[in-house]
């Protein structure tokens, strides 16, 4: 370890670590120039791979969008319908290994050398790490999703509430809503944080105890040795980049979508193209303001006020709906997941293979998409920890604030569906007719002040959706730039306009939201094996802090 490197961003470990001496500088394969008045400090080759590819993906979509969509749409069919065995099993692998590591002595190691303390609060620490990990999606999802997997989707075979004529079929009702929140919580509790997990504490690890750059080939030292420096850490790393970059893009144009039915219902904005163009270019803007302030004065900021509208959010539905139902709801949801964990898991012989391929298989993808991402931003916020207590926090204490999540926004809205059929929006949006962005407007509809808490809905969408836009920028830039967290601005400047110009261009192309879920399924394919190699590594890393 050297000054320099120190002078990167990357702090020394205090108190005992166990550096790896390697004569790799964070850097050195940089290519430092100045470019009028801007300055220029770029991995070579990472950049410039990763960068002329998504440059040159952005024309072909524009230029061929219904031959694109045709490919995007083969590429979803067969990645889900080949691999979706592939996905569960090594989700379920990530959860294991992280239980793992909080029971065995590993746990003890200190992120950051064994003298190392928390450079956040506790507040702070969760309002980054949640607000980076789930905005975008827990808005768009967290009424959706529990109504449609109770009535239409199926999960394990559980028959649907409604008959054919619409009407209810009481029998049905209780089993069914117990296993539309089983599965909606499968889907953004342990599973999904796990795999944040192993990216964050693979990065940590290696970075802040190991010496190492903080980017994503730096966890394969222990396995590929002096050649993670090499082709095979640049391959690695231009994985994580497209991986992230997909992974946001579809979260941003599931952002804009639900930004653009939000405007339409409050303000009679019409619903299109156009307008959700014209909201991923207007955010991607706000973004670059963000991006220029950094990690504490811009990311930091957000995530704090993210959290704090959507903590009132959470409440005003949680006091405004049936109290006591959605409390009960809470419990049921919890104790029918944790009753359904292990055969919504289960890879091989299932019957439910809509569900499986439609559902679980795009959500592990879209989770292993931004792993490199939100892990990287974990990491770099997590110094100071204890591995048991990072696993703890991190998989955890997220965990159930999805579930309260679900059960709050999810449980008002299966109420209003199973109380008035006949009336209720939510049904109308959702199982009627298929329309997810106007999904949590409907359920909102059914509360007092609709049209005040709809434009706080909208508000916190827009502010998840410019949070995304900047960590994600600041993240891929440090993996592009070699390791340095301290790169030249305009380099996050580039990332975070592509990252709009990706979701613009997969929205145009003639799949819309599909092409989004087909480039994830596409990057988090060949990513999932690089998180699963993690694992050993992580084991690896963490064995020799003990010894």
């Known amino acids: 370890m050297t000054d320099e490197t120190t002078n990167q961003g990357i702090p020394l470990p205090e108190g005992d670590a166990t550096l790896i001496e390697t004569d790799y500088e964070i850097g050195q ?5 100045q470019i009028g008045p801007f300055g220029v400090d770029i991995h070579n080759p990472v950049f410039l791979i990763s960068g002329l590819s998504i440059v040159a993906f952005v024309f072909y979509t524009l230029a061929l969008p219904e ?3 045709a490919v995007f749409a083969w590429l979803f069919a067969f990645a889900t319908k080949t691999f979706d065995w592939f996905f569960l099993g090594a989700a379920n692998i990530f959860v294991l290994f992280c239980l793992l590591l909080i029971v065995t002595p590993v746990g003890r190691v200190r992120l950051g050398g064994a003298e190392a303390t928390p450079d956040y609060s506790y507040i702070g620490w969760f309002a980054m790490l949640f607000a980076a990990g789930m905005g975008i999606g827990l808005m768009f999802f967290g009424v959706l999703e529990p109504v449609y997997h109770m009535a239409v989707s199926e999960p394990l075979g559980v028959p649907s509430p409604f008959a054919e004529d619409g009407n209810l079929i009481p029998e049905n009702v209780e089993a069914a809503k117990r296993m539309g929140l089983a599965a909606t919580i499968f889907h953004w509790g342990l599973h999904p944080w796990a795999i944040y997990a192993v990216v964050a504490l693979a990065l940590a690890l290696f970075s802040f105890n190991k010496g190492l750059p903080l980017t994503i080939r730096s966890a394969f030292y222990p396995i590929l040795g002096e050649r993670v420096w090499g082709w095979w850490g640049h391959i690695i790393d231009v994985l994580a980049v497209f991986a992230t970059l997909f992974g946001l893009a579809t979260s941003l144009g599931f952002g804009a979508q639900q930004a653009n039915a939000g405007l339409n219902y409050v303000f009679g904005v019409p ?8 909201l991923i270019t207007g955010i991607t803007s706000i973004a670059l303001v963000s991006v220029l302030r950094g990690l504490d004065g811009g990311v930091k900021v957000l995530s704090e006020i ?3 509208i959507a ?5 005003f539905v949680l006091f405004a709906g049936p109290t006591l139902l959605i409390l009960t709801d809470f419990a049921v949801g919890l104790g029918a997941y944790l009753k359904e964990i292990v055969p919504l898991s289960n890879p091989f012989g299932r019957e439910d293979t809509g569900f499986v391929q439609g ?6 993808a879209w989770w292993i998409s931004w792993s490199p991402f939100v892990g990287m931003f974990i990491a770099r916020v997590s110094r100071g920890r204890t591995v048991r207590e990072f696993i703890i926090c991190v998989l955890i204490i997220p965990s159930l604030v999805c579930v309260l999540w679900m059960a709050v926004f999810g449980g008002v809205a299966i109420d209003q569906v199973l109380s008035d059929p006949a009336t209720s929006a939510v049904k109308a949006n959702v199982i009627d007719s298929y329309n997810p962005p106007l999904s949590l407007f409907a359920m909102l509809e059914g509360l007092p002040l609709a049209s005040i808490t709809s434009v706080i809905g909208i508000v916190l969408v827009i502010v998840f959706f410019v949070t995304s836009s900047d960590s994600g ?3 891929i830039d440090t993996i592009t730039a070699g390791g340095k967290v301290d790169a030249p601005v305009p380099q996050r400047v580039f990332w975070c306009v592509f990252e709009g110009a990706v979701a613009i261009v997969l ?3 003639a799949g819309g939201l599909s092409s989004l879920q087909s480039m994830v399924i596409s990057t988090g394919l060949p990513f999932t094996l690089v998180l699963l190699l993690m694992c050993w590594a992580i084991w690896r890393g963490l064995r020799a802090e003990l010894s």
């Open 507 to 509: 929205l145009l192309s």
């Open 473 to 475: 920028s600041l993240v």
């Open 271 to 278: 619903v299109g193209p156009t307008a959700q163009v014209l």
């Open 29 to 33: 394969d940089n290519i430092e120039t």
């Open 311 to 315: 903590a009132f959010l959470l409440l």
């Open 359 to 364: 559902w679980t298989s795009f959500y592990w």
């Open 67 to 69: 031959q694109a969509g």
């Open 306 to 308: 993210n959290m704090a």
